[in-house]
């Protein structure tokens, strides 16, 4: 077990190295010069010398790679170009939102495969309907999902807010929904909840049906197991059998699946938080594209690409704990 | 015939087997709707009644307005036209980011898995890699840096996309490579170039064939996706994605000048996903 921790560990250590690496690369090709930027439009030729020379871009690559692989280890982005600020502290203002929105959208996620599997394979009579709307759902942009449903349950219904997070929040966890409690501000935390939905919803969709089929399909392989049937022939009540036998033995799958689906949240999150302007990381990247902020987009993608990598690392080892067999 | 029918309607007992000749009419014509997607794509500046760049009509029309089906955009352009044009964009980027993906991925799987060895493990480890990053970021990341423009949008995407087709073409070549037909033919003294191409490749075709049309749908989705974050062609052109990032300041108002560029988008994506599982149901039953 210790072994396979080690070994997942490093690959992921490794692919986090390939991931700056790549960041780095295309920084380099990127059109802008970072010296230029630092020291303004109007500076003299001989203080973009200086600030070029005080970046170290006049080492050769190898050396500026390692400086910017140091720097960054430090907390060390560069300077956005848009807001003047360094990257890291931008990116540090705008993760709670995130973090918050993939989260919630994420138990969404799973209580709408958990819907899907269940409905599907107890053939629940007239869930067809939902299984259908959920499935042709997943073939839409993540953007139209959101659009209709700012059409519809803020333009038409007006039961949901259209954008934004509804409350100011920075303490103490950046989170709406853990912050309000925890000041015992109930209408604070109706508001971020109705705020979080309509977003949450658009970004689950696609993950809840890829999580949901794979449940499916293990739940109807585990009803037709011997030991299923034995179980009833015990005498346990259907909802013992469904919970204790069914569901239980036809996780695993599912579990690993929906490792795989938190990571792609964290990368689509980018779509849905432009759409919403929610205040998070996916908006601060969708600011900084048309203004060709590169050292922005760069913090944002190592941001989040090293978050999908750690997490799919943590969900492997989680998987090896659950079942010890694949560590073989 | 009737020698044939008679033992095969004594076994039809499952549902699946009753119905085939039906489910066989809805695949054909899942695939046909595949066919005309591409055929409108085609011909789209020939179906597209007015200039998609040029206002032709009044501001802001709903659709169903005379001579504007779908009506007309903030500028006064028409919008069956726009979205034709960018239907068209839309559906041959996502052809070329597949075909690009199956031909470099699919390369490396049969290299990969015809020869083996350490070849094998050294490209497979090199795909794994690719495979672990997370696309959809790197390919805004690689566009981004490029800059924006339709070449750049390809190139960020294709660089993402080809790692799975590696694998799963590497896994199918592995299969085949074990399969009697082509042991045989090593033991009759076939040479290893031959054996690829004559015994191996064939069976490859359909797998490929079926996952590329599988996968058109996500990468539609993605390129729009792209198009939408300001990452695809500049301003005038028509375009899915960044159609609806333009007018999306209408949304309350005018809810359809940003609405139908997205429902065509997510029309292509059920087309190709519909088109493709067809396409599967109908390459398993002739086996």
């Known amino acids: 077990m210790i072994r396979f921790v080690l070994k997942r560990t490093g690959a992921a250590a490794v692919l986090l190295v390939v991931l700056s690496a790549l960041v780095f690369v295309l920084q380099q090709i990127s059109p802008g010069d970072p010296a230029r930027a630092y020291v303004g439009g109007n500076a003299s030729p001989a203080a973009v010398a200086a600030a070029r020379q005080q970046l170290g871009l006049d080492q050769p690559w190898p050396q500026q790679y390692l400086r910017y692989l140091w720097n960054a280890l430090h907390g060390d982005l560069g300077l956005s170009l848009r807001t003047h600020q360094p ?44 299984r259908g709307v959920l499935l042709v759902g997943a073939t839409a ?9 700012i059409v519809v349950f803020y333009g038409d219904l007006h039961w949901l807010p259209e954008a934004g997070r509804g409350v100011d929040t920075s303490s103490p966890t950046g989170f709406v929904l853990v912050d309000s409690l925890l000041h015992g501000d109930l209408t604070g935390f109706v508001a971020g909840f109705q705020h979080l939905l309509l977003p949450g919803l658009a970004l689950a969709v696609a993950p809840a049906i890829s ?43 599912a579990l690993s699946m929906s490792g ?8 689509g999150v980018v779509i849905v938080e432009d759409v919403f302007s929610w205040p998070g990381i996916g908006y601060y990247l969708a600011q900084s594209i048309p203004q060709s902020d590169f050292p922005a987009i760069a913090g944002v993608t190592l941001l989040l690409g090293g978050v ?10 989680i998987q090896a704990v659950a079942d010890p067999r694949l560590t073989v | 015939m009737t020698a044939i029918s008679v033992p095969r309607r004594r076994f039809a007992l499952s549902l699946g087997e009753r119905f085939r000749p039906a489910h066989r009419i809805v695949n054909w014509t899942l695939v046909g709707l595949l066919v005309l ?13 007015d200039n998609p760049i040029q206002p032709v009509g009044d501001l802001n029309l709903p659709p169903f307005s005379p001579g504007h089906l779908l009506g007309t955009d903030n500028l006064g352009r028409d919008l069956l036209s726009r979205t034709l044009i960018g239907l068209r964009a839309s559906w041959f980027s996502a052809l070329a980011v597949v075909v690009i993906g199956l031909l470099f991925g699919g390369l490396l799987g049969v290299v ?11 490209l497979m480890r090199f795909t794994d890699l690719f495979l672990a990053l997370p696309g959809a970021l790197v390919a ?17 995407v294709s660089l993402v996309w080809w790692p799975y087709y590696a694998r799963i073409i590497r896994a199918e070549v592995r299969g085949l490579a074990s399969r009697p037909h082509v042991e045989a033919a090593r033991l009759a003294g076939v040479g290893r170039l031959r054996l690829i191409f004559k015994h191996i490749l064939p069976g490859v075709v359909p797998t490929a064939i079926v996952t590329a049309s599988l996968d058109i749908g996500n990468v539609v989705v993605l390129l729009a996706g792209l198009s939408f974050l300001g990452l695809g062609q500049s301003a005038p052109a028509p375009e899915l994605g960044a159609d609806v990032q333009h007018s999306l300041y209408l949304l309350l108002e005018q809810w359809w000048i940003p609405i139908i560029p997205g429902l065509t988008v997510m029309v292509l994506s059920l087309i190709a996903n519909l088109g493709g599982d067809a396409l599967r149901n109908l390459l398993a039953g002739e086996k």
């Open chain 2, 37 to 49: 997607t591409t055929l409108v794509a085609v011909f789209a500046s020939l179906l597209a009644p």
């Open chain 1, 260 to 267: 795989l689906q938190l990571g792609f949240m964290f990368a």
């Open chain 2, 112 to 122: 990969a898995g015809a020869f083996g060895g350490w070849i094998d493990g050294l």
């Open chain 1, 308 to 317: 999908y990598i750690v997490v799919n690392a943590v969900v492997d080892v």
């Open chain 1, 87 to 130: 990257v890291t502290s931008d990116l540090g203002q705008f993760l709670p939102a995130t973090a918050e929105l993939v989260l919630f959208s994420f138990v969404l996620a799973i209580v709408l495969a958990l819907l899907f599997a269940l409905s599907g394979a107890l053939r629940w009579p007239g869930t067809g309907i939902y």
């Open chain 1, 211 to 253: 999580i949901g089929r794979i449940l499916r399909a293990g739940l109807e392989s585990a009803y037709g197991a011997d030991y299923v049937r034995t179980a009833r022939a015990k005498g346990i009540r259907e909802f013992g059998v469904l919970w204790r036998h069914v569901v239980r033995n036809s996780l695993d799958a």
């Open chain 1, 141 to 149: 942009p993540a953007f139209l999902l959101g659009l209709g449903g």
């Open chain 2, 140 to 156: 805004i990341a690689v566009n981004a840096a490029l800059g924006p423009g339709l070449i750049h949008t390809l190139i960020g």
